[in-house]
């Protein structure tokens, strides 16, 4: 079976000019904030949203991975999660499945990149039109130096299939 592009099975994109539709655009459109404890505020400049059968990836990151200014938060949701008020705790199921934050750490004298694991966290998500809206999001775990990373933020994201504009 040949492989189809979204566009062409959607004839408005070929003629937006005529009819004055938006274009197809296959970009994930999302923003992500968090303030985080002892550190820079988190203001994402890329999002990513991922899907499979089971579950959501979805990535917010600053800065260029190779660079030592380089931050990313993700969060891992059970694709059937619906709008609602989620507690998280590592280890145990439920619709969240994990939340990280990952940034560049000096250990042993080296830089290198620290994936932080929650421990705990909540979510406060909305979900609308394939649409994801967090008021609230909170993370917490330990850094490095095995010292308590805090984390609270909101975001908003809609996938390139999503027909919701904000």
Known sequence: MPLHHPAHQNPD?????LFDQAVF???????LKAEILDRRPFTAQEMTFASSHKKIVITAEFDDFG?????AITL???V????G?????????GPVWG?????????????????NEAAVGTLHLSVVESCYS??????ECLDHNDETLEMCGDFKISPPHASFKY
């Open 80 to 83: 059937n999660i619906q709008s």
């Open 76 to 78: 891992t949701l059970d």
């Open 25 to 31: 655009n296959p970009k994930t459109r999302g923003e």
């Open 85 to 93: 008020i989620y507690l998280f705790k590592k280890g145990e199921a």
């Open 67 to 71: 660079s030592k200014h380089y931050r």
């Open 134 to 139: 967090a008021r609230l999001f909170t993370l």
């Open 13 to 17: 994109v070929f003629w937006p000019a």
């Open 99 to 115: 939340m990280t934050y990952l940034e560049c750490a000096e250990v042993n004298g080296i830089e290198v990149y620290h994936l």
